[in-house]
Nanobody, 120 residues
């Protein structure tokens, strides 16, 4: 009914940049809060950054000043611009979106994950 498709992950050297995208499709009436999470090998999933429907953002201290979350409501797309990447940013990144469907059901949807590997 509603799905998220992520893209943009890959292998990059330390200091490099990547831009992740998360596109929502299906019976979408509106999108609420959106977020990026990440899970490194052997670690718990952690919150990276959030953005409200009004565009207010917040991010984890570990990525402040380096990562920027943004959204394009017209394209039902969430972005994460990642600059000055460090080896410790290596993880699988997941988008998480609150969606109100055209049937007025509220769903919290997860993307399938995209792998980011930062080499030193």
């Amino acid at each position: 009914q509603v799905q998220l498709v992520e893209s943009g992950g890959g292998l990059v050297q330390a200091g490099g940049s990547l831009r992740l995208s998360c596109v929502a499709s299906g019976n979408i009436f509106s999108m609420n809060a959106m977020a990026w999470y990440r899970q490194a090998p052997g670690k718990q999933r952690e919150l990276v950054a959030t953005i409200t429907s009004g565009g207010s953002t917040n991010s984890a201290d570990s990525v402040k000043g380096r990562f920027t979350i943004s959204r394009d409501n017209a394209k039902n797309t969430l972005y994460l611009q990642m600059n000055s990447l460090k080896p410790e940013d290596t993880a699988v990144y997941y988008c998480n979106v609150g969606i109100l469907t055209t049937a007025f059901r509220y769903l919290e949807i997860w993307g399938q994950g995209t792998r980011v590997t930062v080499s030193s």
